[in-house]
């Protein structure tokens, strides 16, 4: 659980007493801590202390100034005193585990905290005795946290397991020395296991001096950290595991514990809390003692110098790009840099008089551009220009929300690259980056019509961007057909045409009738009269009151050119309706048929070119009568068709 904006409860003390009178005790057991062990203390003998060794917590009541603070986000209320359920004496702690979904906090935690601080310096444990009303391992029990912020010395202890009868437990102290003016006592937190909740007993809570706590075994993480001069960066994995009686048990110690030491402090220097100040450009090795015992592991820090050129110029077309942030190019808007979800900084700099976005303390950011979404779908690349001091990883996720413009809805989509030294294109350190990225390499990215978002993380906390656009390789598609359709060579005595420039038509009563899901206009392609449907779902052509005899005719001819993608499954139908003998729609003599033009056609559906169709009416299989042709029909998937030259001929 983590310890967040702290809520404090105080709990008075109860009235003053010989708080020492119960917790001077021979020898008791401890369970995985501890074995048998003294814990008689003689305080005389003691070096006087600017502050008092006071050693209980919580021992049929609250120790002298103890008080209790609440994590933000936990239930507030968990803490009770418990007068029935005591290992010793009239009383003991009682916390109350919600469940998951309790509406007043979804875990109990918090910490016991002195209002002067003690002197701990004479202790090397924390013990107290503690059960639970069912099975349960508690998530986290610890002392030096006071809930301020500002604590040094945290000590933890994960994964305590508690069974239902009391037990005694003891959490080491990892460098009592440290702890000459500490105000926090005791840290507990957790969150329940099951679907439901439980309680918790802790009871003589108390620090002690039990001389079997030997053989501690400090360590470090061994890692190689990279950082640009100026910034800072933190020691992790800080711990101890100390012999307790014979068996191991090991403390998540704050970095501040420990004395830490620079190979070269000219590169990289460490503070006494283990916060590494990167100096110049080099290499150094951060190593660690406990005391007078050395730690385990080492960290490598690689630090260099932040970019001093800008990077290279962008050469494409304005025309081919979508930018998001570039000087080569008028960018489009972008909500946020920065959003209020995410866990980075970001500033706008100079390098070499060049604009440039700066990352700093970079966990992942979200770049989004919701109001007004990005249709990509034409772009085939996405490039970013990255100065990194980590290149052993960087992620770029893009997010598309899909055809509502809105996050989730069920539409939306998206993909996540890693790149690094090996990907393609690999990324080094300390040097401006290059990269052109397939948009097929973002392979979940169903959908490109509407992105909206744009999320990187990566190992390195400092990053430069540049040059962050959308682009093509491919010219872009034209929106309407620049040339005319072929022009018909059938003699008009074997024509009957409804539509083109080349016959005299048919009447047509409509070209789009009131029943139908479409918009048509008469539009010009070089001088050449065409239909134009948009926002086509399914179109009626309807020539009822004049209805066509053609039972001459041998063929169905029409041209076609769209502009929208014609890859399966994309389908355009074309129907024929004949109303039979008596002129009318239904009477039970109607006939018609429907064919499907595609890709796979003879000749096949294709984008950005007229397509000639001279079908044969004997693959209307359907149409079996052709004395009173009434309606065409056209449907399918690209949503804007230009239509011409559409008639019957023999």
């Not at 069912?134 to 500002?150: E, K, P, Q």
């Not at 918790?200 to 990279?226: H, K, M, S, Y």
């Not at 640009?228 to 307790?244: A, H, I, K, P, R």
């Not at 008089?353 to 919701?370: C, D, H, Q, R, S």
């Amino acid at each position: 659980m983590t310890a967040s904006t702290s809520q404090r409860l105080t709990v008075a003390a109860p009235a003053t007493r010989d708080m020492r009178r119960d917790w001077i005790r021979g020898a008791i057991p401890l369970v995985f801590l501890l074995g048998a062990a003294g814990c008689e203390r003689d305080i005389s003998v003691l070096e006087p202390a600017p502050f008092p060794p006071e050693a209980v917590v919580f021992d049929d009541g609250f120790g002298p100034g103890v008080q209790f603070s609440a994590f933000g986000g936990s239930k507030v209320d968990a803490l009770d005193i418990e007068h029935d359920e005591v290992y010793r004496g009239t009383a003991a702690l009682k916390f109350t585990i919600p469940a998951p979904t309790d509406p007043s906090g979804g875990y109990a935690g918090g910490v016991f905290y002195s209002e002067g601080p003690r002197d701990l310096t004479g202790f090397d444990a924390l013990t107290f005795w503690a059960k639970s009303s069912t099975a349960a391992t508690v998530n986290t029990i610890g002392v030096g946290n006071d809930n301020s912020g500002n604590s040094r010395y945290p000590a933890t202890i994960e994964g305590v397991p508690l069974s239902t009868r009391w037990t005694r437990y003891a959490l080491p102290l990892p460098l009592p020395s440290r702890l000459g003016e500490e105000r926090g006592l005791f840290l507990i937190a957790e969150g329940s296991e099951y679907p439901v909740g439980y309680d918790i007993f802790f009871d003589d809570v108390q620090f002690e001096r039990l001389g079997t706590i030997i053989n501690p075994r400090p360590e470090i993480a061994t890692q190689t950290v990279n950082g640009e001069v100026g910034g800072t960066l933190s020691v992790g994995g800080t711990q101890v595991t100390f012999d307790v009686n014979g068996q191991d048990q090991t403390v998540l110690a704050a970095p501040a514990y420990f004395t830490f030491t620079s190979s070269n402090s000219g590169v990289a220097s460490v503070t006494p809390d283990g916060s590494i100040s990167l100096v110049s450009a080099g290499t150094a090795t951060i190593t660690a003692t406990l005391g007078s015992t050395a730690a385990s592991g080492a960290v490598t820090v690689n630090v260099t110098a932040p970019p001093t050129g800008a990077p290279p110029v962008p050469t494409r077309a304005a025309s081919d790009v979508i930018s998001l942030f570039s000087d080569a190019y008028d960018d489009v808007p972008v909500d946020t840099w920065s959003a209020v979800w995410d866990q980075a900084d970001v500033e706008d700099i100079q390098v070499a008089g060049n604009p440039v976005k700066k990352y700093t303390n970079l966990a992942y950011a979200g770049i989004e551009f919701t109001s007004q979404t990005i249709n990509a779908s034409s772009m085939t690349g996405f490039h970013v220009d990255l100065w990194t001091n980590d290149p052993s990883a960087f992620r770029i996720k893009l997010v598309d929300f899909g055809s509502d413009g809105a996050f989730g809805g069920g539409d939306d989509s998206e993909h996540e690259i890693t790149l690094d030294q090996g990907s393609m294109p690999p990324i080094a350190a300390g040097a401006w980056n290059s990269l052109d990225i397939p948009l097929s390499d973002f392979a979940g990215l169903v959908n490109r019509g509407h992105v909206a978002q744009m999320i990187i993380s990566g190992a390195s906390p400092t990053v430069y961007l540049d040059n962050i656009y959308f682009f093509t390789t491919e010219p872009p598609a034209p929106t309407t057909p620049t040339d005319p359709a072929p022009t018909p060579t059938h003699a008009a005595a074997n024509v009957v045409s409804l539509f083109s420039d080349a016959y005299d038509d048919a009447a047509v009563d409509t070209w789009s009738a009131s029943w139908d899901q479409a918009d048509v206009e008469d539009v010009q392609v070089a001088g050449d009269n065409v239909k134009k449907y948009s926002n086509l779902v399914f179109a009626g052509i309807e020539f009822t009151s004049s209805t066509i005899g053609a039972d001459e005719m041998t063929h169905f001819h029409m041209d076609l050119w769209t502009p929208d993608p014609t890859a399966d499954p994309a389908a355009l139908r074309v129907k024929l309706v004949d109303f039979g003998a008596d002129g009318g729609f239904g009477g039970g003599d109607d006939t018609e048929h429907e064919l499907t033009l595609n890709r796979m056609s003879d000749p096949p559906l294709a984008t950005g070119m007229w397509v000639s169709y001279d079908i044969p009416l004997t693959a209307f299989t359907g149409l079996t009568t052709r004395g009173h042709l009434a309606q065409m029909i056209i449907s399918g998937d690209p949503n804007t068709l230009f239509v011409d030259n559409v008639y019957l001929h023999k």
